[in-house]
């Protein structure tokens, strides 16, 4: 078993690469058994989200499974490796605890991470790609998850990105309550933004979604309206703060829109804040006037705030990561002798079944029982001892001290000096 991690996230890669590497939840499943089918990957799960796009796999050449990352996306590998890091074995492990746990997040210590994890491992399940090795670690990983959020503050004030979203806000509006909000996406970070937001009372809440069905069961919530993304060029301009958050593949919102909205507007700002990956609003956007545009990184600094005040819960958290990273090693390590122990086990069962059906024929025949059983434990014994034996007398002298301190542990020896 041979396990690695790969990726790219907000700490090596700007949203224009990570777009670029992201998977919409529909492709993920044909994805992963396209990545075990072509290259020579045994387990694979894929964890896409805004922030990053990374591949835990079972595979003896990590690099073929990178090869293959970049060209499922049409992009030469070259493009890709100046942002990619890779993890081996423990090294693996440890990241996935990380990251899980909210260390790695651009929110120190937000909890959705965990929920994107669980989705990754569900895809994998679906798929056919998770075998035993990912599914005993990512078990674990869900475990140490729990145990730093329980033992840690961790996730105590931490600063999420919808109430990073909220501060910025106020930086151009007086008052959100004077403001019409329009959401677009009906998921689980807009329903998070959805919630920072209609705690200041805004004017109005509108909800856009592709399925009109989910937009209404949102905008229930906060007494708002609902509207296809069909209808949003109608409804634009009537909006002053744009969240948008979908799994689109392409963007929803070009310039020539939102061009138009601002004209109807008379040149009122827009506060846009776009948490996709791919991003749902065109980069061109930020170029106009009366525009104000946020994408995931412009929001760091913010979501940074306050972050000294957690750096005792981040020590403590990687006590606890560290002490398991060397528990699922030992795991792995003693699951690598297994087949060792299996053939040597084998070997003992063929030795031990021969000398009883010689021990059979010989009791068949009318011999002692007596000397049946001296003879079917002198040979039980020559067999086990034979290997050992022809070892110590045929060994070199530069292998022959430390052959003699191996048989010695294997069979408890205390010999005379």
């Known amino acids: 078993m041979q396990l690695h991690a790969f990726g790219i996230n907000h700490q090596t890669a700007p949203v224009d690469v990570r777009e670029k590497v992201s998977f919409s939840p529909e492709s993920m499943g044909d994805a992963l058994r396209d990545l075990v089918g072509r290259s020579r990957a045994k387990e694979a799960a894929i964890v896409s989200t805004c922030n990053r796009t990374e591949v835990y796999c079972n595979t003896p050449d990590p690099d073929t ?36 746990s909210g260390l790695d997040s651009m929110v120190l210590g937000e909890p959705q991470i965990l929920g994107q994890f669980k989705q990754a491992v569900n895809s994998a399940e679906e798929a056919g790609t998770l075998g035993f090795l990912l599914h005993k670690l990512f078990q674990r990983t869900f475990s140490v998850a729990k145990e730093v959020r329980t033992q840690t503050s961790i996730g105590s004030s931490s600063v999420s990105m919808a109430a990073a979203a909220v501060r910025l806000a106020e930086r151009i509006f007086p008052s959100i309550s004077e403001q019409n909000v329009l959401f677009v996406g009906a998921g689980e970070m807009i329903e998070l933004n959805a919630m920072h937001f209609s705690a200041h009372g805004p004017k109005k809440i509108t909800v856009a979604n592709r399925t009109l069905e989910r937009a209404q069961h949102l905008a229930s919530r906060f007494n708002g309206d609902a509207i296809t993304l069909h209808e949003l060029p109608d409804h634009l301009a009537n909006n002053d703060i744009i969240i948008t958050c979908t ?44 525009v104000f ?9 913010v979501v940074k705030e306050g972050l000294d005040s957690r750096q005792s819960a981040v020590a403590q958290a990687e006590v606890i990561i560290d002490s398991n990273v060397t528990h699922f090693m030992d795991w792995l390590e003693s699951r690598e002798i297994v087949p060792t122990i299996r053939a040597l086990r ?17 009791l068949s025949k009318g011999t002692d029982p007596y000397k049946v059983l001296e003879s079917l434990s002198v040979g039980l014994t020559n067999k086990f001892l034979h290997v050992p034996s022809h070892a110590l007398n045929h060994a070199s002298n530069s292998e022959r001290d430390e052959l003699v301190d191996l048989v010695n542990r294997l069979y408890h020896l205390h010999t005379a000096e």
């Open 293 to 301: 545009l946020y994408t995931v990184d412009d929001l760091a600094s």
């Open 346 to 362: 084998d070997q003992g069962e063929r030795h031990r079944r021969h000398e009883l059906e010689r021990a059979m024929r010989l």
């Open 65 to 100: 499974a990178i090869e293959w990352l970049a060209d499922y996306h049409s992009l030469k590998t070259q493009f890709i490796l100046p942002y990619v890091y890779k993890f081996p074995r423990g090294e693996a492990v440890k990241h996935a605890f990380r990251v899980a």
């Open 247 to 290: 799994a689109s593949q392409l963007p929803i919102l070009g310039k020539g829109m939102v061009e138009r909205a601002i004209k109807l507007r008379k040149h009122r700002p827009i506060f846009m804040v776009d948490l996709a990956v791919p991003r749902d609003i065109e980069p061109e956007v930020s170029e106009l006037d009366d």
